[in-house]
């Protein structure tokens, strides 16, 4: 899977997206279960929920897998009250994780098709 740095008009990297197409919740919880150093992954609140915050984890900083614009093809990857990272290796292992995370066959023509990828369609990413 692609990702995206999400950078601060500082120029500061915040975080990362993913594009959602390729990914459910479930999935989500499973991938960040399955890294050591999170603590916890879990589903929001329901308040939470309605604010776009579609997966809440931990690891040593409070993070979440969010839709920033309701409706959106992307989830962001960025520390909860939108902090900065003191170290950005925090970040670090959980984006190399989603950049290793292969979708079902089925799923990734499905994305490739909603998110208008001709090259995944054609093989060639």
Same mark, same amino acid.
């Given at each position: 899977m692609?990702?995206?740095?999400?950078?601060?008009?500082?120029?500061?990297?915040?975080?990362?997206?993913?594009?959602?197409?390729? !990914?459910?919740?479930?999935?989500?919880? %499973?991938?960040?279960?399955? !890294?050591?150093?999170?603590?916890?992954?879990?589903?929001? %609140?329901?308040?939470?929920?309605?604010?776009?915050?579609r997966?809440?984890?931990? %690891?040593?900083?409070?993070? /979440?897998?969010?839709?920033?614009?309701?409706?959106?093809?992307?989830?962001w990857? !960025?520390?909860?009250? /939108?902090?900065?990272?003191?170290?950005?290796?925090?970040?670090?292992?959980?984006?190399?994780?989603?950049?290793?995370? %292969?979708?079902?066959?089925?799923?990734? !023509?499905?994305?490739?098709?909603?998110?208008?990828?001709?090259?995944?369609?054609?093989?060639?990413?």
């Amino acid at each position: 899977m692609r990702t995206f740095p999400v950078v601060g008009d500082d120029g500061v990297q915040r975080g990362f997206r993913i594009e959602n197409a390729y !990914i459910f919740r479930g999935a989500l919880l %499973r991938l960040l279960s399955s !890294i050591e150093s999170v603590s916890y992954a879990r589903k929001p %609140r329901r308040e939470d929920l309605s604010a776009g915050i579609r997966v809440e984890f931990d %690891r040593g900083v409070e993070l /979440h897998v969010c839709e920033p614009y309701g409706d959106n093809s992307d989830y962001w990857i !960025i520390p909860k009250e /939108h902090l900065i990272l003191r170290n950005p290796s925090q970040l670090r292992e959980i984006e190399e994780a989603f950049a290793s995370y %292969r979708p079902p066959l089925l799923l990734k !023509i499905l994305g490739d098709l909603v998110s208008l990828n001709l090259k995944g369609l054609l093989g060639a990413d």
